[in-house]
């Protein structure tokens, strides 16, 4: 759906730059002992949509998730963003490992924000449930059975 919307973005003439989280704050962090950040935030701050996937994938460090604060305050209210995340909102303070970051993050991220909450399976294992290939029991480590 994220790259749905930042392809009809594109579409519409608005630059948009797409990276899983990870990758981002992995240049983030190597900008900043460079001395590159400040030419790294505005390269990132000139696009209209920004769009992070994959948050929560792996905790983050308190440099990462500085880097990630400093980014999205940069950007509130100046730039549309779009952030994909299998993790709750309630969940966001064990990914940055800090609860008060988590909030600061949230509080500006949900300002403008219309979220859209799926649930349910995943949509790239359909084709091997339609398969029998992968069930419900192997999704949950608990119980034998799944996928081949």
């Known amino acids: ?23 981002l704050l992995d240049r983030l962090v190597q900008a900043q002992a460079e001395n590159r950040m400040r030419k790294k935030m505005s390269h990132l701050c000139k696009c ?15 440099q990462a998730t500085t880097c990630l604060f400093q980014l999205i305050s940069e ?13 709750s909102y309630g969940e966001w303070g064990s990914i940055f490992q800090d609860n008060v970051i988590a909030s600061a993050i949230l509080d ?10 799926i649930k349910g399976d995943s949509y790239r294992l359909k084709d091997k449930r339609k398969a029998g290939v992968w069930t419900q029991a192997a999704a949950d ?6 996928a081949a």
């Open 141 to 146: 480590p608990g119980v034998s059975g799944g």
């Open 108 to 117: 500006r991220l949900l300002h403008h924000a219309h979220t859209i909450n």
């Open 48 to 62: 209209r949509l920004l769009v992070f996937d994959e948050i929560g994938y792996r905790s983050l460090d308190k």
């Open 75 to 87: 950007r509130y209210e100046r730039g549309s963003m779009i952030l994909t995340s299998n993790k």
């Open 1 to 23: 759906m994220a790259v749905s919307l930042g392809m009809e973005a594109i579409r519409h003439g608005f630059s948009v730059y797409f990276v899983s989280l990870p990758d």
